[in-house]
């Protein structure tokens, strides 16, 4: 006599595939961070003239590789079919990206500009 009980379906959970997506991206990320930071403030500190943030062509670098490593981290996990609307992976994906971006930055460079 066979068994008629049906097979539980699996459910996709295509989330999963961020963990697998996302370790080179935050990798490129923080290279583009460090690099943004040596940028600013060279390898001292950014207490020397001619360093730090002001309107020079170092800032416009600086926020060069920010807004990079925020794109960097944000398209991948947009393209990862987590959430049915497209509209709203978008949305959340750069506001995770940039708050990923920005608060490592503001943490490194807090105490100098106060």
């Known amino acids: 006599m066979a068994s008629t009980q049906e ?10 595939h961020l963990l697998w997506l996302m370790p080179a991206p935050l990798a490129l990320a923080g290279a583009a961070l460090l690099l943004g930071s040596i940028n600013l403030c060279g390898l001292g500190h950014c207490d020397r003239p001619g360093y730090g943030w002001a309107f020079n062509v170092r800032t416009a670098g600086t926020l060069g590789y920010l807004a990079f490593a925020v794109v960097v981290t944000a398209v991948p996990a947009a393209l990862v079919p987590w959430n049915a609307r497209h509209a709203k992976r978008w949305i959340w994906s750069f506001a995770a990206a940039l708050a990923l971006i920005a608060m490592p930055f503001l943490v490194l460079h807090a105490g100098r500009y106060g």
């Open 7 to 16: 097979q539980p379906t699996r459910r996709p959970r295509p989330w999963l």
